[in-house]
C-alpha cells in the first residue's frame, strides 16, 4: 500500500512537469503519432540568366478600383533586365471599362 501511494505521488509529479513516466500525450488520452514531414534538403540556388530573352516570369496582378470593379493583369518580365515585355488584360475587361 505504501508503494502504490509512492507511484501515485510520482505519476502526479511527472504529469505536472510533461516528461518521464506520464507524457503529457498520454496522461491525456492522445497517443504520440509519427511526424510524416518531408525533411527538406539545401535548396540549390536559383540560376542567374546570362543573356535577355533566356529566363522569363510571368505573373497575375489584381486589384480593386474606386468603383468596386476588379482589375486583373498578366505580365511577363524578362529576368535578365527586370524588363517587362507585356502586361494583358482580358478583352471583357477592357470592353467594361470603356
Not at 40 to 55: D, F, G, S, W, Y
Amino acid at each position: 500500500m505504501l508503494v502504490a501511494k509512492w507511484l501515485i505521488g510520482l505519476m502526479d509529479n511527472y504529469r505536472s512537469s510533461g516528461s518521464g513516466l506520464c507524457s503529457k500525450y498520454r496522461c491525456n488520452g492522445m497517443h504520440n503519432k509519427p511526424s510524416n514531414l518531408l525533411i527538406r534538403q539545401k535548396p540549390e540556388p536559383l540560376a542567374v540568366p546570362q543573356t535577355i530573352n533566356q529566363v522569363w516570369s510571368m505573373d497575375f496582378m489584381s486589384d480593386k478600383l474606386q468603383d468596386g470593379s476588379n482589375l486583373r493583369l498578366f505580365n511577363v518580365i524578362d529576368d535578365f533586365n527586370r524588363e517587362a515585355l507585356g502586361c494583358f488584360a482580358p478583352q471583357q475587361q477592357m470592353a467594361m471599362a470603356a
